[in-house]
């Protein structure tokens, strides 16, 4: 391990200044640097880890005097200081240690001096390394078995935190056969993933852990061939801080099991699986997965497995009649789980014959819709809107961050408001939500107003075209699988204001007026202004046209699959969306997801007496009741054309 050894001589030189600065009580310190190198490191060409800054602190933290560069500014240099206590700090220049690079040393070190007047004194600090060093070594017997071999090493994490996150530093890769010196990282976790392709061109990979890492420690990993059963031998010099561990890795076939990869929601989870080796026939019916809670001890079976013979990915078809290594994937889908609930799961053959490494996984949160029952409405400068009247206080009095919002603010000016409360419920008890289609204006001036609600926020009124522009959408990451709920409609049947012709005839050929309720996930960036929540799209009827690039739409969001910002979407039927007949119904929206893999942003949730209100067509004679809307979690999601 290197040292670099300052020797700070702090020479008070009042002897040789003159009678007014000594009663001033200033000294003058004088440093020279002397380097003592135990090893001989190499310095990257842009990047010199002996190149020092220094800093003197006084004891309140202000930095007196400070240099990038001591050995160029202040070696042999006389710098005058009060007489106090001071820190002297040393590290290396240009580098603070808390990312990773190849031959890339970070020394530190501090130290305390007194300046006294009258007296001259010596003071020393020694500059240690203070981030980790890593050294990969492959033996020779490697290039004999295999063809490529690499080494990456970097943060030592979860599956869940190193898909939730950016990693926090940039994993290095060692590549057998090119010289590229040692790397060093910060005082973290690490983790080494050893990743083999043979001469078969067979892959093969292999994680260790290193933990418990602290600066100035070296990890030397060596990796050899051998035979039998594969070892990781670990030799610690305690007083070098270095730790060598011999990982042998076997060459003699054997069979062996991948770790299940995981994709958790709330209260399901997918598995996958696959064999990556074996040395007999695998009956492909034995093989199953297993879980449990992190910290019970019982394994319980998945319910079932299944088994796609489609190759792995990552794995390469072979054509060698010897191979027994089943090439597909095995599945499975857990259920009933709890959600924001650690758990982990392995692969098992036949009685535990073969079991692979296991994985751990969280299960996502089981977010509740806000106010989801329509019993919270709150009135604010005539305005009525579905939040909690405490939340509304607790924003900043313009409800730029409600949850819910409607065409209220755009009627207000009329004194309308198109979505009230009722306590007209599906079980008498509590409010719901009434949304009454309308003209609003004066002497035939104005615009249709559908009665709506949505998860989102009106941002104006827009006067010339008369018009709006308004937001959709509330952040949120979980996966629910329905959208369940009660609603009454009685449809107008005189389609008595249109500003579009298709959409008035389709009206009129289906006997009237009708409804819409509508939920969808969307994973795009969206909008993030400052005065108000992040939004997911917005219509503004200003527009020219739709910019469907920066989510934006003049009339109408495109929820097909043309739009690749939306995870899932659900809708009521169009029969649900002509009527109740006057009476409450449940109604269940099955979201129909376009991908299990992806993670929300946002949540649009719409409700909305008129269908076609978004292109001012409809009839006033609409009226709609809406109550106790519920996101649901149970069950196994739809796949879009898999119903």
């Known amino acids: 391990m290197k040292n670099i050894y300052f020797l700070i001589l702090l020479c008070l030189l009042a002897a040789c200044q003159n009678d007014d600065l000594s009663s001033d009580n200033i000294g003058y310190l004088r440093l020279q640097m002397g380097v003592n190198e135990s090893t001989n490191t190499k310095a990257g060409e842009v990047y010199n880890p002996e190149q020092m800054a220094v800093q003197i602190i006084r004891t309140d933290g202000t930095v007196v005097e400070e240099t990038s560069n001591f050995a160029a500014e202040w070696q042999g240099k006389q710098i005058a200081l009060p007489v106090g206590t001071y820190t002297l700090q040393a590290s290396s220049a240009g580098f603070d240690g808390q990312s990773s690079g190849f031959n890339k040393p970070y020394y530190a070190g501090q130290t305390e001096f007194v300046i006294e007047k009258g007296k001259e004194i010596n003071a020393t600090v020694t500059c240690t390394l203070a981030n980790v060093k890593v050294t990969v070594n492959f033996d020779k017997s490697f290039q004999k078995y295999f063809k490529a071999a690499t080494v990456t090493v970097g943060e030592n994490e979860t599956e869940e935190e190193s898909a939730a996150t950016d990693p926090s530093i940039t994993p290095l890769v060692f590549e057998m056969g090119k010289e590229q010196g040692s790397g060093y990282f910060p005082a973290i976790d690490l983790q080494a993933k050893l990743e083999l392709t043979n001469l078969q061109d067979e892959t093969f990979s292999q994680t260790d852990a290193i933990r418990n890492v602290k600066p100035r420690d070296h990890y030397i990993l060596n990796y050899s061939v051998g035979i039998g059963e594969g070892s990781i031998n670990i030799d610690v010099d305690e007083t070098r801080h270095t730790y060598t561990f011999n990982i042998n890795i076997s060459t003699t076939p054997k069979t062996s099991l991948a770790a299940p990869t995981v994709n958790a929601w709330g209260k399901l989870a997918y598995l996958e699986g696959s064999v990556i080796s074996a040395v007999e026939t695998l009956d492909t019916s034995l093989m199953k997965f297993q879980y449990r809670k992190k910290g019970d001890t019982e394994w319980a079976d998945a319910s079932t497995t299944t088994y796609d013979e489609t190759p792995a990915q990552g794995t390469t078809p072979t054509t060698d009649e010897g191979?027994?290594?089943?090439?597909?994937?095995?599945?499975?889908?857990?259920?009933?789980?709890?959600?924001?609930?650690?758990?982990?799961?392995?692969?098992?053959?036949?009685?535990?014959?073969?079991?692979?490494?296991?994985?751990?996984?969280?299960?996502?949160?089981?977010?509740?819709?806000?106010?989801?029952?329509?019993?919270?409405?709150?009135?604010?400068?005539?305005?009525?809107?579905?939040?909690?009247?405490?939340?509304?206080?607790?924003?900043?009095?313009?409800?730029?961050?409600?949850?819910?919002?409607?065409?209220?603010?755009?009627?207000?000016?009329?004194?309308?408001?198109?979505?009230?409360?009722?306590?007209?419920?599906?079980?008498?008890?509590?409010?719901?939500?009434?949304?009454?289609?309308?003209?609003?204006?004066?002497?035939?001036?104005?615009?249709?107003?559908?009665?709506?609600?949505?998860?989102?926020?009106?941002?104006?009124?827009?006067?010339?075209?008369?018009?709006?522009?308004?937001?959709?959408?509330?952040?949120?990451?979980?996966?629910?699988?329905?959208?369940?709920?009660?609603?009454?409609?009685?449809?107008?049947?005189?389609?008595?204001?249109?500003?579009?012709?298709?959409?008035?005839?389709?009206?009129?050929?289906?006997?009237?007026?009708?409804?819409?309720?509508?939920?969808?996930?969307?994973?795009?960036?969206?909008?993030?202004?400052?005065?108000?929540?992040?939004?997911?799209?917005?219509?503004?009827?200003?527009?020219?046209?739709?910019?469907p690039a920066n989510f934006k739409y003049k009339y109408t969001i495109d929820f097909s699959e043309n739009n690749p910002n939306i995870v899932a979407y659900g809708t009521i039927t169009d029969e649900e969306a002509k009527g109740t007949n006057g009476e409450w119904k449940e109604f269940t929206i099955n979201l129909e997801y376009r991908d299990l893999t992806r993670k929300p942003k946002y949540i649009i949730v719409v409700a909305s007496a008129s269908k076609y209100g978004d292109y001012f067509t409809g009839s006033t004679g609409s009226v709609m009741y809406i109550d106790d809307f519920e996101l649901v979690y149970d069950g196994q999601p739809v796949v879009k054309g898999q119903q």
């Open 323 to 547: 191979d027994k290594t089943p090439k597909g994937t095995f599945k499975a889908t857990l259920t009933g789980l709890t959600p924001e609930t650690e758990y982990e799961c392995r692969m098992v053959y036949a009685d535990e014959e073969y079991s692979s490494e296991t994985t751990s996984f969280t299960t996502e949160s089981t977010t509740a819709l806000y106010n989801g029952s329509f019993d919270d409405w709150h009135q604010y400068d005539g305005i009525w809107y579905a939040i909690n009247a405490n939340d509304a206080t607790s924003n900043d009095g313009k409800f730029l961050n409600s949850y819910w919002d409607s065409g209220n603010p755009g009627a207000a000016m009329m004194s309308k408001n198109p979505t009230v409360s009722t306590q007209d419920t599906p079980t008498g008890q509590g409010q719901a939500a009434m949304l009454s289609s309308q003209f609003v204006g004066i002497f035939g001036v104005g615009k249709f107003a559908a009665g709506n609600i949505y998860t989102g926020h009106y941002c104006e009124t827009i006067m010339n075209p008369m018009g709006a522009r308004i937001r959709f959408g509330q952040e949120f990451t979980s996966r629910p699988t329905q959208l369940k709920g009660w609603y009454k409609y009685t449809r107008g049947t005189s389609i008595d204001q249109s500003q579009n012709d298709a959409c008035k005839a389709e009206l009129e050929q289906s006997g009237g007026d009708k409804c819409a309720i509508y939920i969808a996930l969307a994973d795009n960036v969206g909008f993030t202004d400052n005065n108000m929540r992040p939004a997911a799209f917005e219509i503004n009827n200003s527009l020219s046209a739709d910019d």
